[in-house]
Structure formats: structure tokens, C-alpha cells
T-cell receptor, first 111, second 114 residues
Framework: SQELEQSPQSLIVQEGKNLTINCTSSKTLYGLYWYKQKYGEGLIFLMM?????EEKSHEKITAKLDEKKQQSSLHITASQPSHAGIYLCGADSGSQGNLIFGKGTKLSVKP | GAVVSQHPSRVICKSGTSVKIECRSL??????MFWYRQFPKKSLMLMATSNEGSKATYEQGVEKDKFLINHASLTLSTLTVTSAHPEDSSFYIC??????????FGAGTRLSVL
């Protein structure tokens, strides 16, 4: 079965600093999704990547999918306290359309 | 963006009672919805796939008689935790898949069984 490994597990950065979160899959990715979750709340969709080499940006967040489609990275530029939360990568399971998820990366941004 | 509404956000109940959680897609029709369970510091675990007009598909290890799923319309799926016990206490999240593949999630329901 497919597994997603995220790194780091947690991250504390100073406001204004850049940071990168990685998501590595044990199998080829056919759809990679990034979500943000605040503790005790639902998941907020950030971006979806499908093609090898694809890169998408929204405000200060950029997500990339490597050419081999087994690794994705999420990069935040000039982090702000509003970026704090748990970032989850999810992948199409290929069966009924459900997603499998990594364990998440907890991001804290110090003002 | 698409909105999925989940209700209630929090429920506290006594052991042995049943609890119903609703998941609604507010601005699109969803033939398929998903129910996940999230444990502290763990990833989301798929419990079951809810299919409109047919029986839900449960993941291995999930008791279908305990977690009843009904998907009566294209915008509503319900999860009923029957005869809840303290070990059922958890965070339950639903999602609805829109055409194009993106899944939108509800805000989650925190269930506490005393």
C-alpha cells in the first residue's frame, strides 16, 4: 500500500523566515494535495498537483511536484503567524477516490 | 471555494448512546463522500466511503454495524456512532469529492464519550 512520509514532523520558525516541508511517496503520485489544518478543525485545501515538474503558487505558498512524481515540497516565503498550523499532504489512493495522508508537519511561527 | 458543512462540531454523550453526525456539501453535488477519523498526532484514517443511493464501503477493521453511514441524497451523508463507548472518542471528519478530484473537508466533529 502507498505511504506518504512528511518531514519535518514539526517546525518552529521566526516570523519572516522561509521554510520548506517535504512529502515523499512510496509509489508514483497521480494526484498530490496539500491541506492546512488548525488543531481541532477541518482541513483547508491549499493546492493540487498532478503533472511531473508542476509548480503552483498561491500568495506566499509554493508547491512543487518532482519530475518522477514521488516527492512534493511546500515552500512558504516570509512566514507569518497566520501560516501556523498542521500541513498535510494527501495522495489519490487510486481506488475509490479517497486520499491517503502523511502524518502532517506542525508549523509554529514566532512573532 | 466549495464548502462542506459538518454538524455538530462537538458532542459529549454517555456511554451506550448513539450519536449522529451530518455532512453536507453546500454548493455542489457529491456522489461520493468520505468519513475519516483522526487520532492525536496521527494522520487521518479513512473509515468508509459513502456512496449516494448505495451501501457504504468500509475499510478493513471498521465495524459497519457500529458506524452506520447513510448517503440519502447528493448533498448529505450521515455517520451514526451506535452504542458509543469511550474508545470511540475521537475527531471525525467528512469530505466530499468534487468533479476534478479535489476533496473538500468539513470542520470536523469532536466526539467525547463519557
Amino acid at each position: 500500500s502507498q505511504e506518504l512520509e512528511q518531514s519535518p514532523q514539526s517546525l518552529i520558525v521566526q516570523e519572516g523566515k522561509n521554510l520548506t516541508i517535504n512529502c515523499t511517496s512510496s509509489k508514483t503520485l497521480y494526484g498530490l494535495y496539500w491541506y492546512k489544518q488548525k488543531y481541532g478543525e477541518g482541513l483547508i485545501f491549499l493546492m493540487m498537483l498532478q503533472k511531473g515538474g508542476e509548480e503552483k503558487s498561491h500568495e506566499k505558498i509554493t508547491a512543487k511536484l518532482d519530475e518522477k512524481k514521488q516527492q512534493s515540497s511546500l515552500h512558504i516565503t516570509a512566514s507569518q503567524p497566520s501560516h501556523a498550523g498542521i500541513y498535510l499532504c494527501g495522495a489519490d489512493s487510486g481506488s475509490q477516490g479517497n486520499l491517503i495522508f502523511g502524518k502532517g508537519t506542525k508549523l509554529s511561527v514566532k512573532p | 471555494g466549495a464548502v462542506v458543512s459538518q454538524h455538530p462540531s462537538r458532542v459529549i454523550c454517555k456511554s451506550g448512546t448513539s450519536v449522529k453526525i451530518e455532512c453536507r456539501s453546500l454548493d455542489f453535488q457529491a456522489t461520493t463522500m468520505f468519513w475519516y477519523r483522526q487520532f492525536p498526532k496521527k494522520s487521518l484514517m479513512l473509515m468508509a466511503t459513502s456512496n449516494e443511493g448505495s451501501k457504504a464501503t468500509y475499510e478493513q477493521g471498521v465495524e459497519k454495524d457500529k458506524f452506520l453511514i447513510n448517503h440519502a441524497s447528493l448533498t448529505l451523508s450521515t455517520l451514526t456512532v451506535t452504542s458509543a463507548h469511550p474508545e470511540d472518542s475521537s475527531f471525525y471528519i467528512c469530505s466530499a469529492r468534487r468533479s476534478g478530484g479535489i476533496q473538500y473537508f468539513g470542520a470536523g466533529t469532536r466526539l467525547s464519550v463519557l
